[in-house]
Antibody, heavy 126, light 108 residues
Framework: QVHLQASGPGLVKPSQTLSLTCTVS??????????WGWIRQPAGQGLEWIGR???????DYNPSLKGRVTISIDTSNNQFSLNLKSVTASDTAVYYC??????????????????WGTGTTVTVSS | EIVLTQSPGTLSLSPGERATLSCRAS???????LAWLQQKPGQAPRLLIY???NRAAGIPDRFSGSGSGTDFTLTISRLEPEDFVVYFC?????????FGGGTKVEIK
C-alpha cells in the first residue's frame, strides 16, 4: 500500500499562496491510482473536499474555493501539489493528501478515497 | 451539491452495545457511491465502508453498512473500547465530494 506524506510551510500570511506537496512512496504515481486529491479539516470541525487531479492531468475542484485552487501532478518526482491563492484565516486547517480506488457499479465509475496521508497543519496568520 | 445530514450528533452507549448511525442525503446517491469513515483523535480518517455496504480491507466484521438512495446506515454490532470515536459519511457520486457533519460515539 502506498504511503502519502504532505509537506509545506506551517504558517502562511493572509493574502499569500498556500503551497503543499504530497510525496508518494511505496508505489508509482503513474500506475497506483488515477486519483490524487486533497481534503482539509479545520480544528474541531468536519471535512471539506478541496479537489483532485487524475493521472491524465485532468482536475476537479470544489466550487466553494472560488477558483483559488490548483492541484497538479509531477510524475517525475512521484509527487502531487496543492496551491491555494489569496488565503485568509478561514483556510487554517489540517490538510490531508489522499488517493483513491475506482468503484464500478451499474455501468458507472467513481473513486472513493482509501488512503490518507498523515495530515499537515497550516495556519494563516500575520 | 449533495448535502449529507448525520444523526444523531452524539450517541452515548456502553461497550458491547449495538450502535446505529444514520446518514441522509439531500438528493439520491446513484449506484450507492457512499462511504463511511472513522476518525480517532489526532489521526487522519480511515475508510470503513465503500459502496454503501462493502467493508474496506482489514475492517472488522462488526462494522456493516446498508441503505440506498438517500438513506444510509452504519451499524457497529458490538462496541469495542476503540470504537468510541467520530464517524463521517461521504458521498463520491457527484462533484463536489461532500461529507456529513459527523457522529461522535461516546461511552455512556
Amino acid at each position: 500500500q502506498v504511503h502519502l506524506q504532505a509537506s509545506g510551510p506551517g504558517l502562511v500570511k493572509p493574502s499569500q499562496t498556500l503551497s503543499l506537496t504530497c510525496t508518494v512512496s511505496g508505489g508509482s504515481i503513474n500506475t497506483y491510482s488515477n486519483y490524487w486529491g486533497w481534503i482539509r479539516q479545520p480544528a474541531g470541525q468536519g471535512l471539506e473536499w478541496i479537489g483532485r487531479v487524475y493521472g491524465s492531468g485532468g482536475t476537479d475542484y470544489n466550487p466553494s474555493l472560488k477558483g483559488r485552487v490548483t492541484i497538479s501532478i509531477d510524475t517525475s518526482n512521484n509527487q502531487f501539489s496543492l496551491n491555494l491563492k489569496s488565503v485568509t484565516a478561514s483556510d487554517t486547517a489540517v490538510y490531508y493528501c489522499t488517493t483513491g480506488s475506482p468503484d464500478y457499479r451499474d455501468d458507472e465509475e467513481a473513486y472513493y478515497v482509501n488512503v490518507w496521508g498523515t495530515g499537515t497543519t497550516v495556519t494563516v496568520s500575520s | 451539491e449533495i448535502v449529507l445530514t448525520q444523526s444523531p450528533g452524539t450517541l452515548s452507549l456502553s461497550p458491547g452495545e449495538r450502535a446505529t448511525l444514520s446518514c441522509r442525503a439531500s438528493q439520491t446517491i446513484s449506484s450507492d457511491f457512499l462511504a463511511w469513515l472513522q476518525q480517532k483523535p489526532g489521526q487522519a480518517p480511515r475508510l470503513l465502508i465503500y459502496g454503501a455496504s462493502n467493508r474496506a480491507a482489514g475492517i472488522p466484521d462488526r462494522f456493516s453498512g446498508s441503505g440506498s438512495g438517500t438513506d444510509f446506515t452504519l451499524t457497529i454490532s458490538r462496541l469495542e473500547p476503540e470504537d468510541f470515536v467520530v464517524y463521517f459519511c461521504q458521498q463520491y457520486d457527484r462533484s463536489p465530494v461532500t461529507f456529513g457533519g459527523g457522529t461522535k460515539v461516546e461511552i455512556k
